[in-house]
C-alpha cells in the first residue's frame, strides 16, 4: 500500500467507473464490455482505477468500473471495503488470472481533514502537503499541528529524497538523516546485502593497487596493501610484524618460533624449527609434500543442482583447505612466494594445503614490508600482487571474516564480534585509502556504503529484534535476514507466542522465507521456495529438523507450498514485513482519524 507513485509523478493511466461508457454510447453493449476487459488487462502495476466496492469475500473484492462490468481481485484482508464505497485502487498486480490492487488512501482519507489539518498547521493546501497528511494518515500517524510542522520541517530538510521513506523512517523511529534515508530505500529494496557489499569491495581493492602503480606511486601501492593485509592478517603477529605459524613450530616458544619463521622467510634451511610434528600432531615446516588431486574440473559441476551445489567449496578431503583455487593455482602461488624468498619447505606447505590463507596472506605481508631491500625483488612482489592467486586468496579471507557459519547464529556473542569486526576492518580499510589519495574511489565509496548499512542496522536493532546474517555455507555463502515479530518495547506477545520470519538468498535455492512461530515447546513453521524441486528437496530432510527439535523436546509441524507465480510483490524484503507488521491501524476506516490526536 504504496503512495510512492504519487510522489514521484509516475504516468498513471487510469479506468474510472462510467468514463468508457461514455466514451463507446455508438457501440454494441458486447463490444463495448470487451473494450473494457482489454483495457483493464493491460493495466501495468503503478496505474490505478476506479469503480464501486459491490461484493467483499475474504481477500477477493467485486469492484463494478461500469454498467454490467465487474472485476475480481485481490487485497489485503486486514482493509475494510465498506459496499457501495466508490474507490480509486492502485495495480500492485496484473495478469490473466487475477488483478491485486491497493487502496490509494488520498480518497478515503477525507479531503476536508486534509485541508482542515493544513489549516490548523497554517500550511498551505498544495499538492505537496496535501500528499504529505495523507501518507501520515496512511502510516497512523497523528495529524495534530505539531506533527504536520515536525514533518513538513523533515521533507524541507531533505529535498529530492521520496518523502515516502521519511514519513516511514519518522513512523519507525529510525533517525533520519541522508545515509539513513539511503540505506532505509537498499533495506526495502533487498539491495542492502552484506554479502554484495562483500564481493564489490573485494573485486575493487585490486583495482586501486593497480591504479596507484601505472600512476608511478609504486611505494603508496605496496603500502597500501600492507595496510589491507595489516587489518586482515594481523592476528598471530608478534610485535614487529613476524608471524607466529602453528603449522610451523608446534608448541615451540613463542621468540624461538618467530626466528624459525623469519628463517623460512629468509632461505636459511638450517635454522628451521626442527620440531616435525608437536605435540599437538600439528606439521612443521621440514613436513614432506603431499600431492593433492587436481580441483580444476569443479566448474563442470550441474549449477543447477542444489545436491551438487552443498560439495562445490568444500574442504579438501586431504588438506581441510576450501577449493577456493585449483591445484595449478596454489602452486603458482608457492613458486610466486618462493621467487621471494620463501623457504622451499614453507613454499611446499603452501601447495599441500598446510597453510591456510590467513597464514600465507601473514607471510605476503612480511614481504610487503621487506619492500626495498635488497633480497626483494620488487618486479616479483609486484607480480604476487597483481596476481589472480593472491587476489583470489584475499576475497576469500576478507569474505570467510565477514561471514559466520550456520552453527554460530545462535550465540549472540558471535554476531556482535562479526559486526564489531567489520566495523573495525572497514574503518581501517577507509584509512588506508585515504592515506593512498583514494578516499574518492570506487573501493572507498562501497567501503562507506558497508559502514553505513551496519551503522543503520544497528539503530534498528535498537528497536526491533532484527539482523543481518551473512551466512558462510559450504559451497556457495547465503545472505539472511532474521526479523522477530516484536517491537523491543514490548519484548513478547501477550499469550506467550514468539514469531519470526528467516529469509534466505541463496544461489542455488533460490530465495527461501521461513516463517517460524513458537508457543511452550510447540513449533510451526512454514516455507515458501520459489519451485517445486527446492520444495521436493526440503520434503526430503525435514526428518532431520524434526529430528534435532524433538531431541530438545520441542514438536514440529511443518507447511510447505511454492509462491505464486504472479504472488504479489509487495513483501519482498524483511523491511517491507517490518512497515506492515508495525502499522497496527484501520487506515480504510473514515472515523480512524481524530484531528485531535
Not at 415 to 424: D, H, K, M, T, V
Amino acid at each position: 500500500m504504496n503512495l510512492g507513485n504519487i510522489f514521484n509523478k509516475r504516468d498513471t493511466k487510469s479506468v474510472r467507473a462510467g468514463e468508457s461508457v461514455r466514451s463507446a454510447d455508438s457501440v454494441s453493449k458486447g463490444e463495448r464490455l470487451m473494450r473494457l476487459q482489454n483495457e483493464v488487462r493491460s493495466l501495468k502495476p503503478g496505474q490505478t482505477l476506479q469503480g464501486t466496492v459491490v461484493g467483499r469475500n475474504g481477500n477477493s473484492v467485486q469492484i463494478e468500473l461500469a454498467q454490467d462490468f465487474t472485476i475480481n481481485a485481490r487485497v489485503d484482508k486486514s482493509v475494510s471495503l465498506a459496499l457501495g464505497q466508490m474507490m480509486s485502487f492502485e495495480i500492485k498486480a496484473n495478469s490473466s488470472s487475477f488483478m491485486s490492487l491497493a487502496p490509494l488512501y488520498t480518497n478515503t482519507a477525507n479531503t476536508a481533514t486534509i485541508l482542515r489539518a493544513l489549516a490548523a498547521a497554517g500550511l498551505p493546501e498544495t499538492a505537496e502537503n496535501m500528499e504529505m497528511v495523507a501518507k501520515m494518515m496512511e502510516e497512523g500517524m497523528p495529524i495534530d499541528k505539531e506533527s504536520i510542522l515536525n514533518m513538513s520541517r523533515q521533507l524541507l530538510e531533505f529535498p529530492g529524497q521520496d518523502p515516502t521513506s521519511i514519513i516511514q523512517m519518522t513512523r519507525l523511529e529510525l533517525p533520519v538523516t541522508a545515509e539513513n534515508i539511503e540505506q532505509f530505500e537498499q533495506y526495502k529494496n533487498a539491495t542492502h546485502q552484506i554479502l554484495s557489499s562483500v564481493d564489490t569491495i573485494t573485486e575493487e581493492l585490486p583495482q586501486v593497487f593497480q591504479q596507484l602503480v601505472q600512476e608511478g606511486q609504486a611505494d603508496k601501492a605496496l603500502a597500501f596493501y600492507e595496510a589491507v593485509l595489516a587489518a586482515f592478517s594481523e592476528d598471530g603477529s608478534a610485535e614487529d610484524g613476524t608471524v607466529t605459524l602453528q603449522g610451523n613450530t608446534g608448541d615451540m616458544p613463542q621468540a624461538e618460533a618467530a626466528a624459525a619463521n623469519e628463517a623460512a622467510l629468509e632461505g636459511n634451511p638450517e635454522t628451521v624449527a626442527e620440531n616435525p610434528q608437536g605435540q599437538n600432531g600439528e606439521t612443521s615446516v621440514a613436513a614432506e609434500q603431499t600431492p593433492l588431486p587436481e580441483t580444476a574440473g569443479q566448474e563442470n559441476k550441474i549449477a543447477g543442482d542444489p545436491a551438487m551445489a552443498l560439495e562445490e567449496g568444500m574442504p579438501d578431503a586431504e588438506t581441510g583447505r576450501e577449493n577456493t583455487l585449483t591445484q595449478g593455482q596454489w602452486e603458482r602461488l608457492g613458486d610466486a612466494l618462493r621467487e621471494l624468498g620463501l623457504h622451499e619447505q614453507t613454499s611446499a606447505q603452501i601447495k599441500n594445503g598446510e597453510l591456510d590463507s590467513k597464514e600465507i596472506l601473514q607471510l605476503v605481508r612480511q614481504f610487503v614490508q621487506k619492500a626495498g631491500q635488497s633480497d626483494v625483488s620488487d618486479q616479483a612482489l609486484h607480480k604476487l600482487l597483481g596476481g589472480r592467486e593472491f587476489q583470489e586468496l584475499l576475497k576469500q579471507e576478507i569474505g570467510r571474516q565477514w561471514t559466520i557459519e550456520p552453527k554460530d547464529v545462535a550465540d549472540k556473542k558471535q554476531i556482535e564480534q562479526l559486526y564489531e569486526r567489520i566495523r573495525e576492518q572497514t574503518a581501517r580499510l577507509s584509512q588506508a585509502l585515504d592515506t593512498a589519495g583514494k578516499s574518492d574511489a570506487p573501493a572507498a565509496r562501497s567501503v562507506q556504503n558497508l559502514q553505513n548499512n551496519v551503522d543503520f542496522m544497528n539503530q534498528m536493532n535498537h528497536l526491533y529484534t532484527y539482523v543481518q546474517l551473512p551466512l558462510k555455507m559450504l559451497g556457495n555463502n547465503a545472505h539472511g535476514d532474521l526479523y522477530v515479530y516484536t517491537n523491543k518495547k514490548s519484548l513478547a506477545a501477550k499469550d506467550g507466542q514468539v514469531s519470526a520470519l528467516l529469509h534466505l538468498d541463496m544461489e542455488h535455492l533460490g530465495p527461501l522465507d521461513v516463517y517460524v512461530t513458537m508457543k511452550d515447546k510447540q513449533v510451526s513453521t512454514n516455507f515458501t521456495v520459489m519451485d517445486d524441486s527446492i520444495l521436493d528437496l526440503i520434503e526430503k530432510h525435514i526428518h532431520i529438523l524434526n529430528k534435532r527439535l524433538e531431541d530438545r523436546g520441542y514438536s514440529l509441524k511443518a507447511q510447505m507450498h511454492v509462491k505464486e507465480e504472479n504472488a504479489e510483490e509487495e513483501e519482498t524484503s524483511v523491511m517491507q514485513t517490518l512497515l506492515h507488521q508495525q502499522k497496527n491501524i484501520s487506515v480504510l476506516s473514515r472515523t480512524s482519524f481524530d484531528m485531535r490526536a
